[in-house]
T-cell receptor
């Protein structure tokens, strides 16, 4: 079945530093990748949509300069949280989509803690 | 219009019972309605999904009922087991944008 690998699973960083999260589709090519953010006991909130080779589309209220998304290939998308602050601490989850007949496959998530 | 409303927020069911979670949407352009199960610290996993051309879909103990006119869909978990204890999310997407919008989630606890 379709597998999406997300790394790292946990990361602790100091305030002001940047953190990169990788999302790879292992056995399929994803036409679109999505990035979500989830606070404790809350739902997944869509942050941005990325298509290979083009700029990401950010949802309203998401700072594109803070959350840099790169979708360099059909199997890899990265989210970089720049100048991280404690309020950026959250669970970040990616999802890969390869067309309307195949649904969405989610990564296992990254727990980011900014201290 | 992009919202998907989900209820109840939490649900406690005895082992062997039926768990029912409901969702409602407003945007008639939505054409894909999945249900996801999420355990703490993990990403969501697809349980079952339906498209608006059918009113019901069953896979094992999981059934989706879909009411297009009422813009509602629900998940039924038959013979609920303690291992089903997790958070369940409904979601909806439209094929022209592919954005998957999640409901607010239901925390299910199944007691032996």
């Amino acid at each position: 079945g379709a597998v999406v690998s997300q790394h790292p699973s946990r990361v602790i960083c100091k305030s002001g530093t940047s953190v990169k999260i990788e999302c790879r589709s292992l056995d399929f090519q994803a036409t679109t990748m999505f990035w979500y953010r989830q606070f404790p006991k809350q739902s997944l909130m869509l942050m941005a949509t990325s298509n290979e080779g083009s700029k990401a589309t950010y949802e309203q209220g998401v700072e594109k300069d803070k959350f840099l998304i790169n979708h360099a290939s059909l199997t890899l998308s990265t989210l970089t949280v720049t100048s991280a602050h404690p309020e950026d601490s959250s669970f970040y989850i990616c999802s890969a989509h390869r067309g309307s007949n195949y649904g969405y496959t989610f990564g296992s998530g990254t727990r980011l803690t900014v201290v | 219009q992009q919202q998907v409303k989900q209820s109840p927020q939490s649900l406690i069911v005895q082992k062997g019972g039926i768990s029912i979670i409901n969702c409602a949407y407003e945007n008639t352009a939505f054409d894909y309605f999945p249900w996801y199960q999420q355990f703490p610290g993990k990403g969501p996993a697809l349980l079952i999904a339906i498209r608006p051309d059918v009113s019901e879909k069953k896979e094992g103990r999981f059934t989706i009922s879909f009411n297009k006119s009422a813009k509602q869909f629900s998940l039924h978990i038959m013979d609920s087991q303690p291992g089903d204890s997790a958070t369940y999310f409904c979601a909806a997407s439209r094929s022209d944008t592919d954005k998957l919008i999640f409901g607010t989630g239901t925390r299910l606890q199944v007691f032996p």
